[in-house]
């Protein structure tokens, strides 16, 4: 349901934490989205990947806004 803190907790301390969370976005963006990474840094993290569309960025960056509770400082996903 919206609004609800999500099951789904990715400990991003830790290289298997981020690499869940990076097939959790993948799964529910299928193809649409490639080689993404979730690089943590002090402040929060930085999306990184490609994609053919705006929307399919903005739809990764909502993935994990939805599931971590970190900033995301940028969003670098390239559309191509």
Same mark, same amino acid.
């Given at each position: ?5 999500? &099951? *789904?907790?990715? &400990? ?7 690499? $869940? /969370? $990076? ?5 529910? /963006?299928?193809?649409?989205?490639? !080689? ?5 840094? &002090?402040?929060?993290? +930085?999306?990184?990947? *490609?994609?053919?569309? =705006? =929307?399919?960025? *903005? /739809? ?5 806004? $939805?599931? +971590?509770?970190?900033? +995301? @400082?940028? !969003?670098? +996903? $390239? @559309?191509?």
């Amino acid at each position: 349901m919206k609004g609800q803190v999500p &099951d *789904q907790s990715f &400990d991003l301390t830790t290289g298997e934490g981020v690499t $869940e /969370l $990076e097939v959790h976005v993948q799964c529910r /963006l299928g193809r649409q989205l490639r !080689n993404f990474r979730v690089m943590v840094t &002090d402040g929060g993290v +930085i999306l990184r990947g *490609q994609t053919h569309t =705006y =929307y399919t960025k *903005q /739809l990764a960056q909502h993935a994990v806004m $939805e599931v +971590i509770r970190l900033p +995301i @400082v940028a !969003n670098e +996903i $390239e @559309v191509i």
